[in-house]
């Protein structure tokens, strides 16, 4: 069961590593797009291509939903970023039972955010977690983990990336040991680690206060690229940003939020910290340099965002 990209190496695994899929579960088809054309899932496209059964059911919660279900004979349920809450009778149907992918070292950043969140909130570490699903929202008793640093440039969708693979590696690993019966099941609450949640993004979260650090906008920059992106609010609509540097030796008397060079997009922000935006895109626009987007709309030293 799974949904977008991160959920392909999963799926690739465990084809390669010879089990037999029963049926590939996923979200129904949505629109995209400024033509809102209904486009198919990641997954469905890729488990199509493979010859699976693919299935989109609109819920899980009718009778008929866990009866199809189960009458798959599945030994085993794999989730990884599905999207929906598996009610009691799915979680009970498999003979080993359900287990997910999760990215993040759980009980920290449970939901459905934890690599967005884990750069936002300045995190210096990650990974995934194998857990046996619960009926609590990433409660589950824990099975493997495997720890990755944060780069200190890396943003959401290259950390999403590379934690997608490190899901697939943590679960063949996991495998053997949930078949042979000998897979740890570690409670969350026995870690000490005090649990949080990754709240889903929104597309207008992104609004940029310079009152705050660059350090913490930096952070907040990086977090929300692809999606939904960081933005300033411009006269004429939103400035995305995609991507920033910190000029950690520079410092500004200025107050937080003034154009302090014409010729690099350098920011005044809290505590007298300076940030530079490299990649822009103003609505309706293309994606280019600060630096350009400053020539093209002529904006002075002395701005005031």
């Given at each position: 069961?799974?949904?977008?990209?991160?959920?392909?190496?999963?799926?690739?695994?465990?084809?390669?590593?010879?089990?037999?899929?029963?049926?590939?579960?996923?979200?129904?088809?949505?629109?995209?797009?400024?033509?809102?054309?209904?486009?198919?899932?990641?997954?469905?496209?890729?488990?199509?291509?493979?010859?699976?059964k693919v299935l989109q059911p609109p819920g899980l919660r009718k009778p008929e939903a866990?009866?199809?279900?189960?009458?798959?004979?599945?030994?085993?349920?794999?989730?990884?970023?599905?999207?929906?809450?598996?009610?009691?009778?799915?979680?009970?149907?498999?003979?080993?039972?359900?287990?997910?992918?999760?990215?993040?070292?759980?009980?920290?950043?449970?939901?459905?955010?934890?690599?967005?969140?884990?750069?936002?909130?300045?995190?210096?570490?990650?990974?995934?977690?194998?857990?046996?699903?619960?009926?609590?929202?990433?409660?589950?008793?824990?099975?493997?983990?495997?720890?990755?640093?944060?780069?200190?440039?890396?943003?959401?969708?290259?950390?999403?990336?590379?934690?997608?693979?490190?899901?697939?590696?943590?679960?063949?690993?996991?495998?053997?040991?949930?078949?042979?019966?000998?897979?740890?099941?570690?409670?969350?609450?026995?870690?000490?680690?005090?649990?949080?949640?990754?709240?889903?993004?929104?597309?207008?979260?992104?609004?940029?206060?310079?009152?705050?650090?660059?350090?913490?906008?930096?952070?907040?920059?990086?977090?929300?690229?692809?999606?939904?992106?960081?933005?300033?609010?411009?006269?004429?609509?939103?400035?995305?940003?995609?991507?920033?540097?910190?000029?950690?030796?520079?410092?500004?008397?200025?107050?937080?939020?003034?154009?302090?060079?014409?010729?690099?997009?350098?920011?005044?922000?809290?505590?007298?910290?300076?940030?530079?935006?490299?990649?822009?895109?103003?609505?309706?626009?293309?994606?280019?340099?600060?630096?350009?987007?400053?020539?093209?709309?002529?904006?002075?030293?002395?701005?005031?965002?």
């Amino acid at each position: 069961m799974g949904t977008p990209d991160f959920a392909l190496p999963s799926l690739k695994a465990l084809i390669e590593a010879g089990h037999d899929i029963a049926a590939v579960y996923t979200q129904p088809d949505r629109p995209k797009g400024r033509k809102k054309r209904l486009s198919p899932p990641p997954v469905k496209v890729f488990a199509e291509g493979r010859g699976l059964k693919v299935l989109q059911p609109p819920g899980l919660r009718k009778p008929e939903a866990a009866g199809e279900f189960s009458a798959f004979g599945a030994e085993l349920c794999v989730v990884a970023a599905y999207g929906k809450i598996l009610p009691e009778a799915f979680l009970n149907a498999p003979k080993f039972g359900c287990i997910n992918v999760h990215a993040s070292l759980l009980p920290k950043y449970r939901g459905a955010a934890p690599v967005q969140r884990s750069i936002i909130n300045g995190e210096r570490e990650t990974g995934i977690t194998i857990m046996h699903m619960s009926g609590g929202l990433d409660e589950g008793d824990i099975i493997l983990q495997e720890a990755t640093a944060i780069g200190q440039d890396e943003n959401a969708g290259a950390l999403m990336e590379r934690l997608a693979f490190l899901g697939a590696e943590t679960l063949l690993k996991a495998l053997p040991m949930i078949e042979a019966g000998t897979a740890p099941r570690i409670s969350q609450e026995s870690t000490g680690i005090k649990p949080s949640y990754a709240a889903m993004l929104d597309k207008n979260m992104g609004l940029l206060d310079f009152s705050e650090s660059a350090q913490a906008l930096y952070c907040i920059i990086r977090g929300l690229n692809p999606w939904p992106a960081a933005y300033i609010a411009l006269d004429n609509g939103k400035l995305k940003i995609y991507s920033a540097k910190l000029r950690a030796e520079e410092r500004t008397d200025e107050k937080p939020g003034v154009l302090l060079d014409e010729r690099e997009f350098l920011v005044s922000c809290g505590g007298g910290t300076v940030l530079e935006l490299l990649r822009v895109q103003a609505e309706g626009k293309k994606i280019i340099d600060g630096a350009e987007f400053l020539r093209g709309r002529r904006l002075k030293k002395g701005y005031k965002f």
